[in-house]
């Protein structure tokens, strides 16, 4: 069946480094739009960035941009966050999700993706 198994969280001091992965298996992985998405407790989740598999397309929210970046190994079937400069306020479980790339998915809450990862926690001190 479709999965996506993520990998890469941990416990890390401010202005640290750390990259996630999410390997897809079960489906046409050019045909989806991988989103990361995030959830600190007491918050609702947001969209952290997308892309599409297929153009490489991508998207950043206004809080991570210029220290986050998304990219896609289309020959692995993953998907890489590789976040860097990291602050408190990126404490969270991470979540990594698909949609087909035809649902002209947005990347601010992951509501319309079909498929998620286990999530992975992040948490940087201070």
């Known amino acids: 069946e479709a999965q996506l198994v993520q990998s890469g969280g941990g416990l890390v001091q401010a202005g640290g480094s750390l990259r996630l992965s999410c390997a897809a298996s079960?489906?046409?992985?050019?045909?989806?739009?991988i989103g990361w998405f995030r959830q600190a407790p007491g918050k609702e989740r947001e969209g952290v960035s997308c892309?599409?598999?297929?153009?490489?397309?991508?998207y950043y929210a206004d809080s991570v941009k210029g220290r986050f970046t998304i990219s896609s190994d289309n020959a692995k079937n993953t998907v890489y966050l590789q976040m860097n400069s990291l602050k408190p306020e990126d404490t969270a479980v991470y979540y990594c999700?698909?949609?087909?790339?035809?649902?002209?998915?947005?990347?601010?809450?992951?509501?319309?993706?079909?498929?998620w990862g286990q999530g992975t926690q992040v948490t940087v001190s201070s």
């Open positions: 892309i599409s598999s297929s153009d490489g397309s991508t």
């Open positions: 999700a698909a949609v087909l790339i035809t649902v002209v998915a947005g990347c601010e809450n992951g509501w319309e993706y079909d498929y």
């Open positions: 079960g489906f046409t992985f050019d045909d989806y739009a």
